[in-house]
């Protein structure tokens, strides 16, 4: 399962990094990731995505500029580190693997979903 971690209560302007490991041999290095965030009563939103050498990455306008996913396939983790934070960032955080085919932005072509970490941006 993947776990999620580093989330927190932060001003606005502020930052955080976000951890995504695995445990139970579910790191899965040969493949993509992203991270996503879900409000109460809104479908899950993409973040960020990064492929699985870490070569190539991928952004929602809101994220770009602003957040940047890496990865360690030696540490079975992944990463976000948020700089300029906005409440409207509020949310929880979840990180899951990518099937091969299919768009980035869409959580139907995700799988071994984990626990969320809760981040909350005061004004």
């Known amino acids: 399962q993947l776990q999620a971690s580093g989330g927190g209560l932060v001003q606005a302007g502020g930052s955080l990094r976000l951890s995504c490991a695995a445990s139970?041999?579910?790191?899965?290095?040969?493949?993509?990731m992203g991270w996503f965030r879900q409000t109460p009563g809104k479908e899950r939103e993409f973040v960020a995505g990064?492929?699985?050498?870490?070569?190539?990455?991928y952004y929602s306008d809101s994220a770009k500029g602003r957040f940047i996913i890496s990865r360690d396939n030696a540490k079975s983790a992944i990463y976000l580190q948020m700089d300029s934070l906005k409440p409207e960032d509020t949310a929880v955080y979840l990180c899951?693997?990518?099937?091969?085919?299919?768009?980035?932005?869409?959580?139907?072509?995700?799988?071994?979903w984990g626990q969320g970490t809760l981040v909350t941006v005061s004004s």
């Open positions: 139970g041999g579910t790191f899965n290095r040969y493949a993509n």
């Open positions: 899951a693997n990518r099937f091969l085919s299919g768009t980035w932005e869409n959580p139907n072509n995700y799988y071994t």
């Open positions: 990064i492929a699985l050498n870490g070569g190539s990455t």
